[in-house]
């Protein structure tokens, strides 16, 4: 089961470690993951949807859930709730404000780093947490296009990640689907790295930012 995200302030509050400045979160930040907009207090029979997304792991502690109110293609109402941290509350909270009002299509194609900015920032190793709200907001809409018999009609637009090769997020998200947990692993399955070598930082990141969303 899901708990209040209010449950989660408290506990969410960076602890102090390292370099404190990495751990700064800016005021827009601050002000969402105390004040969080359009969450669900209720169950799911407290808010009247049409489309439901889920997406996370309950064993690393990230879950979210979506629900989306639709009129002729347009988002009119959302809320959401989540077991998972400040920065995934944050960046889910201004998903929610953000997509009001926004035709399905325009909403698919959000991506975090467009949360990540409108945020003011995240801190580096934060970031992967903002996915959950994006990819839960994808499940909802796949749910209604395939209860309206329009299934498939939108893709997920993706970010190269290895320039060298082409290769993206995706592949690295379907890589660790696939059981892909270490470097080695990666590399193993896509070839990623095996030209220049700098997409090794980054993509090692997304690597393990899936570990957050599907569990070790
Ligand atoms: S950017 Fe990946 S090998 Fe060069």
């Known amino acids: 089961m899901f708990l209040k995200c209010y449950e989660f302030l408290v506990a969410s509050l960076p602890l102090q470690r390292g370099n404190m400045s990495d751990w700064l ?14 969450v669900l207090l209720e169950d799911e029979s407290s808010f009247e949807y049409d489309a439901k997304g889920q997406t996370g792991n309950i064993k690393c502690g990230d879950q979210m859930l979506m629900l989306l109110k639709i009129n002729d293609d347009v988002i ?8 998972g941290c400040a920065s995934a509350i944050a960046s889910t909270s201004m998903l929610s404000e953000t997509i009001k009002g926004m035709k399905l299509e325009d909403a698919y ?4 780093e467009d949360l990540v900015v409108k945020l003011g920032g995240l801190p580096s190793f934060k970031i992967h947490c903002s996915v959950l709200g994006d990819k839960a ?16 009609i ?5 970010t190269i990640i290895c320039h060298c090769l082409g290769i993206t997020d995706k592949d ?10 270490s470097w080695e692993q990666l590399q193993q399955a ?19 930012g899936f570990e957050h969303i599907y569990g070790s």
């Not at 194609?109 to 975090?112: A, C, E, G, N, Y």
């Not at 907001?137 to 296009?145: E, F, G, K, T, V």
């Not at 395939?146 to 498939?152: H, L, Y």
């Not at 220049?196 to 997304?206: H, L, V, W």
Request: a positive charge; charged letters at 30%.
């Open 25 to 38: 979160y800016s005021d827009t930040v601050k002000d969402h993951f105390t004040s969080p907009r359009n």
């Open 76 to 83: 009119t109402d959302v809320r959401w709730k989540t077991y």
């Open 109 to 112: 194609k959000i991506r975090p």
């Open 137 to 152: 907001l994808r499940a909802a809409i796949d749910n209604y296009l395939e209860k309206t018999g329009r299934a498939g």
């Open 154 to 158: 939108f893709v997920e637009e993706t």
């Open 172 to 181: 690295i998200e379907n890589a660790f689907q696939n059981g892909a947990r």
């Open 190 to 208: 896509t070839k990623i790295g095996t030209v220049c070598g700098s997409c090794k930082e980054k993509a090692a990141d997304i690597l393990h």
